[in-house]
Each structure stands twice: as structure tokens, then as C-alpha cells.
């Protein structure tokens, strides 16, 4: 069975669904609008909410940093990587 929903998609899933329910909207209604049950909401929670969200994020920071440096025809430093 082929997987339908990309982890970027999950994440972007789980950001919308937390602003929803900090807009008083219940678990049951936000999987209702993002056409999801709640055991995924739960899976998804546990494995890319929190943490996970954040260490993709620094990754893909690091990652455009780094590209940044070598199109400067240099190579990176850690400190290219927290600046971008």
C-alpha cells in the first residue's frame, strides 16, 4: 500500500490542525477537516509533532546555508549555518 501523504505533508497537516485547535475547534473536528482519523492524527503527533518538526526544519536551514556558502565559492562555517 502506497503511502498517501508525504512527510512534508504531515507536518504542514499537523501546523494547520494545531492553530485550528487553538481556535477552540476539537480533535474529532479538526481530523473532519483535514479528512484524516484520529489514530492518525495521534500517529503523526507521537512520531513528526514537536521534536521532529524542529530537526527537520534546522536540517533544511542547514542544508540552504550550506548551499548558500558554496555559491559564494566558499566553503561553510557553523556560523553560515545559523544565519540564514
Excluded at 2 to 23: V, Y
Excluded at 37 to 53: D, F, I, P, T
Amino acid at each position: 500500500m502506497a503511502r498517501r501523504h508525504s512527510p512534508e505533508q504531515i507536518i504542514r497537516n499537523l501546523r494547520e490542525g494545531e492553530k485550528l485547535i487553538g481556535q477552540s475547534f476539537s480533535i474529532e473536528e479538526v481530523c473532519k477537516h483535514l479528512e484524516i482519523s484520529e489514530a492518525s492524527w495521534h500517529r503523526w503527533r507521537a512520531k513528526y509533532g514537536g521534536n521532529e518538526v524542529r530537526r527537520r526544519e534546522t536540517a533544511q536551514g542547514a542544508r540552504a546555508g550550506k548551499r548558500a556558502a558554496e555559491g559564494a565559492g566558499r566553503r561553510a562555517s557553523p556560523l553560515d549555518i545559523g544565519n540564514f
